[in-house]
């Protein structure tokens, strides 16, 4: 989703810290903060815009093995991980995504 909105021009990359653009602003993107931390979150409306969904047709799910790949690490320990954050969390069938991991997008 970060690379649907990078190449719609929602948001940019200024220095180490990602913005939000006019046009993110009028899709509903808005900056929030805590402390020294801040963060982009968008409406749910924006998984149905179809000129995000028409820039990358292509794009697949991430796994929790290409996850374990780009972060070098066992991909046994992504979920554990994942967990930690409170993104996830097992299931009598699995790991099913908390109301905190549907939440996220990305932080800046």
């Known amino acids: 989703m970060l690379e649907r909105l990078l190449r719609s021009n929602c948001i940019d990359r200024v220095d180490d810290q990602w913005v939000l653009t006019e046009k993110g602003i009028e899709k509903g993107g808005q900056v929030k903060s805590r402390g020294d931390r801040q963060w982009i979150t968008w409406p749910t409306s924006v998984m149905d ?46 790991w099913v995504t908390t109301k905190l991991g549907k939440s996220l997008v990305f932080y800046c």
């Open 49 to 94: 815009d179809s000129e995000l969904k028409e820039n990358n047709i292509n794009e697949k799910y991430l796994s929790t093995t290409k996850l374990a790949g780009e972060f070098e690490v066992s991909r046994f320990r992504i979920n554990p991980i994942l967990s930690e954050l409170g993104w996830i969390e097992k299931d009598r069938k699995g």
